[in-house]
Structure formats: C-alpha cells, structure tokens
C-alpha cells in the first residue's frame, strides 16, 4: 500500500467554483502534513502546512483528520492560476523522510 | 525561505556516461537531499546529502549508481552514474533550514534526458 494516495484527477473546473482535495495517508505515526504546488515543468512550492486544528490562508483551506488519516485542501472562488498539480506531502514522526502523493492535477477553466 | 540553485537546468546525455547536478543554497542550512521525479510521477526521495560524511540512500538506491557530496553547509552534488535511459528524469535538490523545521523548499530541478 502506497504511504500517501491522491485521487490523480483531473478536475476540470469553471473560475469561481470551490473544489476539494481528498488524500490519505497509510501510516497512524506520521507527524506533519503538507500541500506543496507544482506548475507544469516546475519545481514543488509550498503552498501550507495542515495543522491539526485546521488552517486558512485566504482562498486555501487545509483540513487534517487523525482518526481517518486523511488530509483535505478546499480552494474558493477558483481562479485560472490556481491551475497545477496539487501534492499532498506526509512526514514520519522519525527520519528525514518525506512522502509525496502522486498529485491531483487541477485545471480552473474560463 | 532559502534560495536555491541548480546546475545544469537540463541536460541530454548518451548511455553510459555520467553527469554531476550541483545545488546551491544562498544561505547555510542543516539538511539537504536530492530527489528524483520521474516522467508522470510524484518526488522519490534518492538520499540525505550529509555534510562532512556519506550520505544516506533510501532502499532502492546506491552509492556507486548515485554518488553524493556535501563539502559544505551550502552546496552538494549529485552524480548519476553509468546512465541509461531509465535515468531520464528530474533531479531535484532540496533543503531544510534547520532541525526545528521540517518544510522543506526545492530548487528548480535538472531535467535529465538519456538516449
């Protein structure tokens, strides 16, 4: 079983409309919780971290659920350039290992 | 965040010869590791580049296929050995600042093309 799962997509959305991330993680000991961006040829950027009260950053919501070991992203009011990929990232409590998703390809239409 | 660079930006090489990625960070940070991004797929984590002493691989990769150094707090390089077309992908350095922060920042990545 795959460390982190992300439902791949695409999701295909108008400007203005709200969508939602979903992604999974496999292992109870994982201790911090990130959304990375990453445009088309481009590097990984932070986007936020997940806390485990939950957290916003203007359009972005991100939302952590231990007991179901998933992560979720919202965004609002979309816009054409929040077209990327979307990782979802997963840290152990131990060791410097990171774990990516697959990433959820989101594409914001006119 | 840290400000990183990469050296080259891309590069097409032939089978069976060697090419080192140098990453540059603009300011001292504790952890630095390389990652792979294959063509479609998420980061894989290649090794940690530690400073003063050999890096450490994560299962599925080793020293003489991918030899890595870190002379310094600042810099480290990554060799992709013996290529084949396998190899072809991105190679990504990235860093973590400090020991009480565990985001991490990426440089903008080698894209690798082996015939």
């Known amino acids: 079983r795959k460390e982190v799962e992300q439902d791949p997509g695409p999701f295909n959305v108008p400007e203005g409309a709200t969508v939602a991330f979903n992604c999974t993680y496999s292992?109870?000991?994982?201790?911090?919780f990130f959304w990375y961006r990453q445009d088309c040829r481009k590097e990984p950027k932070l986007l936020m971290s997940?806390?485990?009260s939950g957290n916003e950053d203007g359009r972005f919501t991100a939302q952590l659920n231990r007991a179901s070991q998933y992560i979720s992203l919202l965004i609002r009011d979309s816009k054409l350039s929040d077209s990327a990929t979307y990782l979802c990232?997963?840290?152990?409590?131990?060791?410097?290992?990171?774990?990516f998703g697959t990433g959820t390809s989101l594409t914001v239409i006119p | 965040s840290a400000v990183i660079s990469q050296k080259p930006s891309r590069d097409i090489c032939q089978r069976g010869t060697s090419l080192t990625i140098q990453c540059q960070v603009d300011?001292?940070?504790?952890?630095m590791f390389w990652y792979r991004q294959q063509p479609g797929q998420s980061l894989t984590l290649i090794a940690t580049?530690?400073?003063?002493?050999?890096?450490?691989?994560e299962s599925g990769f080793v020293i003489d296929k991918f030899p890595i150094s870190r002379p310094n707090l600042t810099f480290s390089t990554l060799t992709v050995s013996n290529m084949s077309p396998e190899d072809s992908s991105i190679y990504l350095c990235?860093?973590?600042?400090?020991?009480?922060?565990?985001?991490?920042?990426f440089g903008p990545g080698t894209r690798l093309t082996v015939l």
């Open positions: 580049a530690n400073q003063g002493s050999e890096a450490t691989y």
């Open positions: 292992n109870s000991a994982s201790q911090s």
């Open positions: 300011s001292q940070v504790t952890m």
């Open positions: 997940v806390y485990s």
């Open positions: 990232v997963v840290n152990l409590a131990t060791g410097n290992q990171f774990y």
């Open positions: 990235s860093v973590r600042q400090d020991q009480s922060t565990d985001t991490q920042y």
